[in-house]
């Protein structure tokens, strides 16, 4: 009964985001406090050593220093012990040439969750899908601890990391300039401009007071941001 209650806890976007403290491969943290201030993405996978997650973690690592230079730490986890961890990550390093790669390091933080304790607050133990391993989750946690969006694939399917990319700019620009992304959004792509509260500014909005508009009906307007703004205001 106590394990189905803790396995049930599903923490929700908008929640603040569950405290706990952890080993990693890069030292000790608290979590999330640690990391306040920065966009973190708290992933799991389900093992070390099994080659779905080992092509994640080298995109991963391939990818880190463009997460750091939109101000984001990316924090990995799996219920492995730190010796398999760190024996995994130097097998990436040393011996994988996945797509080319050669010599990928994973610099980033990977927990260690031998007892499932944080792999549990955060749901990622789904036992439909498997109950000794957790899936492929994906939290984004803003600069106030927030949690703004959660991703969960199983184990046998990859993550696609330009999406992951792209949500996290997706979430900047929301912050940054006040909007809504329409489907499949990147940087230049015209934005949302949430309806006003009243009619007499919504038929304003019809009547193009605004020239920045374009409304394609009264709940439906959208402006321009060019890729330069929108990538002006990234890791702010
Ligand atoms: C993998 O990463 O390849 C994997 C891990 C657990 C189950 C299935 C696949």
New binding site residues.
Partial sequence: METNEVLNVMPRIGDAAPEFQAVTTQGNINFPSDFTGKWKILFS???DF???????FMTFGKMDDEFKALNCQLVGLSVDGLHSHIAWLRTIKEKINWKGWDNVEVKFPLIVDITMNVAKLYGMIQPGE?TT?AVRAVFFIDPNNVIRTIMYYP??L?RNFDEIKRVLIGLQTVDNFGVALPADWRPGDEVIVPPAGSCGVAKDRMEGADSNLHCYDWFFCTRNISKEEVESKLGK
């Fill in positions: 996978h389900p093992a099994t080659p779905v997650c080992t092509s994640e498997s391993a184990l046998s990859g």
